[in-house]
T-cell receptor, first 113, second 114 residues
Framework: DQQVKQNSPSLSVQEGRISILNCDYT??????FLWYKKYPAEGPTFLIS?????DKNEDGRFTVFLNKSAKHLSLHIVPSQPGDSAVYFC????????????FGQGTRLTINP | DTAVSQTPKYLVTQMGNDKSIKCEQN?????MYWYKQDSKKFLKIMFS???????INETVPNRFSPKSPDKAHLNLHINSLELGDSAVYFC?????????????FGNGTRLTVT
């Protein structure tokens, strides 16, 4: 039973345009959400996060939106750059915090020049 | 100046063998983790340790035994390896176990059991 789902295994976007990556969750006890970025042969690196008391968090080109009623979050990257090509993982935590993060299966983003 | 380092990067071994993966972090973090990324690419928590104390053991077979000699190290020993253990294993650390304490991952160990 996968509690965090990223239904798009891959996404291709033209350089300069907006990339939108989506994530759905089923556990209503999740209250903190994070996005990680992973390059091949490397570990995931933290990108941006959002608490359930907010519906938007922005950091430079990256914005995360949270829709609690729909149990949905999305990551917007604008403008997309070639270096953004990577696998993006959505993750969620509940009362055990970072000690028990639940990850989605990732979306491979490819930015085309 | 690698923050979280794990060795080896690749591990190829036969069924039934025992192997270890080492992990060290130089970030001064209190909490360390082992994650497994399976063939379907899901990253799943196996263990989390806080200041050398086991906090989470996520229904992992007892063939897997983590050892934390100090809070900067969390090693993973696997006994009687099985084909299904083939995966990429990631070590990670965080400042503490709070939700807003992001994880820092190592680069992974690809384990192949033949």
């Amino acid at each position: 039973d996968q509690q965090v789902k990223q239904n798009s295994p891959s996404l291709s976007v033209q350089e300069g345009r907006i990339s939108i990556l989506n994530c759905d969750y089923t556990n209503s006890m999740f209250d903190y959400f994070l996005w990680y970025k992973k390059y091949p042969a490397e570990g995931p690196t933290f990108l941006i996060s959002i608490s359930s008391i907010k519906d938007k968090n922005e950091d430079g080109r990256f914005t995360v939106f949270l829709n609690k009623s729909a149990k949905h979050l999305s990551l917007h990257i604008v403008p997309s750059q070639p270096g953004d090509s990577a696998v993006y993982f959505c993750a969620a935590s509940g009362d055990q915090g970072a000690q028990k993060l639940v990850f989605g299966q990732g979306t491979r983003l490819t930015i085309n020049p | 100046d690698t923050a979280v380092s794990q060795t080896p990067k690749y591990l190829v071994t036969q069924m039934g063998n025992d192997k270890s993966i080492k992990c060290e972090q130089n970030l001064g973090h209190d909490t360390m983790y082992w994650y497994k990324q399976d063939s379907k690419k899901f990253l799943k928590i196996m263990f989390s340790y806080n200041n050398k104390e086991l906090i989470i053991n996520e229904t992992v077979p007892n063939r897997f035994s983590p050892k934390s000699p100090d809070k900067a190290h969390l090693n993973l020993h696997i006994n009687s390896l099985e084909l299904g253990d083939s995966a990429v294993y990631f070590c990670a650390s965080s400042q503490d176990g709070a939700a807003n304490s992001p994880l820092h991952f190592g680069n992974g160990t690809r384990l192949t059991v033949t």
